[in-house]
C-alpha cells in the first residue's frame, strides 16, 4: 500500500519568500510517480508537477521545483518568490507505475499555504 | 484544453435517497475517477475505470457504486444516501496510464440531510 504523508496542515509566508512544502511517502513499489496539485479556494485543482521514481534530475515547471530525495522517501514542492495568488490548500499524492503506466493516484491531506503582503 | 464537468455544483438530498452524480469529459480519455474530498483526510478514492463498462474499486467503496456505458461519462451513486456521505466530490480523467497528468473537475459539494 501506498501512503502520502504531509505534516503541515497550514504555513504563512510572506510574499516574495520562497516556499518549501513537506511531502513524505511510503511505498513497496520499485516504479512510481510523485505529482503536487493545487486547489484555490474555488475549488479546482490544479496539476503544478510530476517527478517520476527514475527520473535523475528534479522535476521544475515555471517557480516550481520538486526536491527528490530518493533515500528520504521525500518530494517537497519549493515555490520560488511566492506571490498572493499561491494562496492555496496544496496536495502531495503518488502513484504506482505498472507494466501499463501510472496507476490510481494517492493524495496527501494536504498544506493550506496562506501568502501575507 | 480538456474540460470535465460534472452535473451539479451544490447538491441536496435527504437520508435515504437513491443519487446519481454525472461526470463527463470531452478529449476522449480513457481513465476516469471518483473522489470524494474531507477536511482533515484529503482527496480519498472511490471508483475509477480504465475502459468503458470497466470498474476497480478504490480505497473506500462502501455504500457507492458506478455506472460506465459510454467512454466520456462515468456516474457515481449513492444507492441510499446518509449523512456521512456529505462531503465534496471530485471527478478526474486521464488520457492514458501513460500519460502523468490527471484533470479534475469542478467538484460537487453534497449534503445529506
Known amino acids: 500500500a501506498q501512503k502520502i504523508t504531509q505534516t503541515q496542515p497550514g504555513m504563512f509566508v510572506q510574499e516574495k519568500e520562497a516556499v518549501t512544502l513537506d511531502c513524505t511517502y511510503d511505498t513497496s513499489d520499485p516504479s512510481y510517480g510523485l505529482f503536487w496539485y493545487k486547489q484555490p479556494s474555488s475549488g479546482e485543482m490544479i496539476f503544478l508537477i510530476y517527478q517520476g521514481s527514475y527520473d535523475q534530475q528534479n522535476a521544475t515547471e515555471g517557480r516550481y521545483s520538486l526536491n527528490f530525495q530518493k533515500a528520504r522517501k521525500s518530494a517537497n514542492l519549493v515555490i520560488s518568490a511566492s506571490q498572493l495568488g499561491d494562496s492555496a490548500m496544496y496536495f502531495c499524492?503518488?502513484?504506482?507505475?505498472?507494466?501499463?503506466?501510472?496507476?490510481?493516484?494517492?493524495f496527501g491531506t494536504g498544506t493550506r499555504l496562506t501568502i501575507i503582503p | 484544453d480538456v474540460k470535465v464537468t460534472q452535473s451539479s455544483r451544490y447538491l441536496v438530498k435527504r437520508t435515504g435517497e437513491k443519487v446519481f452524480l454525472e461526470c463527463v469529459q470531452d478529449?476522449?480519455?480513457?481513465?476516469m475517477f471518483w473522489y470524494r474530498q474531507d477536511p482533515g483526510l484529503g482527496l480519498r478514492l472511490i471508483y475509477f475505470s480504465y475502459d468503458v463498462k470497466m470498474k476497480e474499486k478504490g480505497d473506500i467503496p462502501e455504500g457507492y457504486s458506478v455506472s460506465r456505458e459510454k467512454k466520456e461519462r462515468f456516474s457515481l451513486i449513492l444507492e441510499s444516501a446518509s449523512t456521512n456521505q456529505t462531503s465534496m466530490y471530485l471527478c478526474a480523467s486521464s488520457f492514458s496510464r501513460s500519460v502523468v497528468r490527471m484533470d479534475f473537475g469542478p467538484g460537487t459539494r453534497l449534503t445529506v440531510t
Open positions: 478529449m476522449d480519455h480513457e481513465n
Open positions: 499524492a503518488m502513484s504506482r507505475i505498472s507494466n501499463f503506466g501510472n496507476e490510481k493516484l494517492t
